[in-house]
């Protein structure tokens, strides 16, 4: 056993280094899985197995003690060093390195298992896009639940929970390349008409109202930018626009359900395809989103962005948003 296990962790480390190095393309839910299911195999054979043997092989060294005791008190010798029997007996039931480091790390692999697959997700914010709501940095929440509960890797979901609604802030799977996450605002749901004309928002042929707020300073970019806030949905929420940047999108790639959109020089107007959604990034002219690579199918989301955890460079940073 302990060579199998060498080979395993091995395997486990070797995959990790090949995944940082960039010679793999990693899935840490895939990893995270192989994880729980490997060391729990481990703890049950520590349970069931090893655990067992140890103690019957402690059990034997007491009884062989305690014979051996009565041994020598019968020839009138009492005094018997204590402490070397309690060393034997604590090797004897100690655990092997190569349980230590599988089923002695099964009960916090599995809580972080369940804790990233059914409840909360940390994510890192590595871009602007989603400036001003999310800055480079932010260390986010995502609830895995709102959605309702999908078994991960396989993404099969397991309960309905409540729908993606328009102005919803969503984790998702990045649909040219799904190993990747994406984080941007849901504008349409499925059967809405999203329309971004010469930097207006319209769903539905209705605009959506903004309302000029003063400009926000971006500390990347060491410059200004117009804000708005825009009430999507019930709540409202802000953005940011490049005046110098222009209304049409160029460089659109191709993807299923194109022929939804109509792209002009004002902007892009897109039917939305039943069990999708439009996403769009708050910071609009700095945000790869559903204008260039098309729209987000419901399997593909991961759940919805509510909290800053933590941003290290900025601690007021720390909170809910919208």
Same mark, same amino acid.
């Given at each position: 056993m302990p060579t199998l296990t060498a080979l395993v962790l091995a395997?486990?480390?070797?995959?990790?280094?090949?995944?940082?190095?960039?010679?793999?393309e990693g899935n840490f839910a895939l990893l995270l899985l192989l994880a729980t299911v490997v060391t729990g195999l481990f703890w049950l054979g520590e349970q069931f197995v090893f655990l067992p043997r140890r103690r019957a092989a402690a059990a034997t060294l007491q009884a062989q003690a305690e014979q051996r005791r009565a041994e020598l008190a019968a020839q009138g010798i009492s005094q018997l060093d204590?402490?070397? $029997?309690?060393?034997?007996?604590?090797?004897?039931?100690?655990?092997?390195?190569? $349980?230590?480091?599988?089923?002695?790390? =099964?009960?916090?692999?599995?809580?972080?298992?369940?804790l990233r697959s059914f409840v909360f997700e940390p994510f890192k914010i590595p871009s602007g896009s989603m400036i001003?709501?999310?800055?480079?940095?932010? $260390?986010? $929440?995502?609830?895995?639940?709102?959605?309702?509960l999908k078994l991960p890797v396989a993404n099969t979901r397991l309960t309905a929970g409540r729908p993606v609604e328009r102005g919803d802030v969503v984790v998702f799977r990045y649909p040219p390349k799904p190993s990747m996450d994406y984080i941007k605002r849901i504008v349409g749901v499925p059967g809405d008409q999203v329309a971004y004309l010469n930097k207006q928002l319209f769903v539905n042929g209705q605009a959506v109202p903004t309302t000029a707020v003063s400009d926000f300073f971006d500390e990347s970019a060491m410059e200004y930018f117009k804000q708005f806030e825009e009430k999507l949905a019930d709540t409202p929420h802000r953005l940011i626009?490049?005046?110098?940047?222009?209304?049409?999108?160029?460089?659109?790639?191709?993807?299923p359900y194109k022929d939804q959109c109509h792209y002009t020089v004002e902007g892009v107007t897109c039917k939305v395809p039943e069990g999708h959604y439009f996403a769009m990034g708050d910071n609009r002219d700095n945000s790869l989103d559903s204008r260039y690579w098309g729209f987000v199918p419901d399997a593909n989301v991961v759940g919805r962005a509510?909290?800053?955890?933590?941003? =290290?460079?900025?601690?007021?940073?720390?909170?809910?948003?919208?």
């Open positions: 395997a486990f480390v070797s995959y990790g280094a090949a995944w940082y190095f960039g010679a793999v204590q402490e070397d $029997l309690a060393r034997v007996r604590e090797g004897a039931l100690a655990q092997p390195w190569w $349980l230590d480091w599988t089923a002695g790390l =099964f009960p916090v692999i599995l809580i972080v298992f369940v001003p709501t999310l800055l480079v940095g932010d $260390l986010i $929440l995502v609830n895995k639940f709102t959605y309702g626009v490049d005046g110098r940047r222009p209304a049409f999108v160029s460089g659109a790639d191709d993807f509510f909290f800053v955890w933590m941003n =290290f460079g900025d601690l007021k940073r720390i909170g809910s948003f919208n």
